[in-house]
């Protein structure tokens, strides 16, 4: 089945804030988080393992960049499909 699903993906922001850091913001209070706990599962992941997030010169080699969802997708070159 060859949809649009298939043809792209986006490049999600891995460090959003978790619920809980996000509420403290609001709340004036961050000091029970440090700098793995503020994020969300995956960014505390990411954060552990030394992951840093692509920029856009790094993943533009590979096929067009666009937006899909408020995040900065990749239209991949034929030779990457």
Known sequence: ????????FTVADVYEYNPGYRL??????????????????????CIQTGYTMPDKSQVSKFGTLGES???????????YR
């Open 1 to 8: 089945m060859d949809s649009l699903y298939n043809k792209y």
């Open 69 to 79: 969802f408020g995040k900065t997708s990749i239209q991949f070159k034929s030779e």
């Open 24 to 45: 403290m913001l609001k709340l004036g209070n961050t000091s029970d988080f440090h700098e793995v706990t503020k994020y969300q599962t995956i960014g505390q992941y």
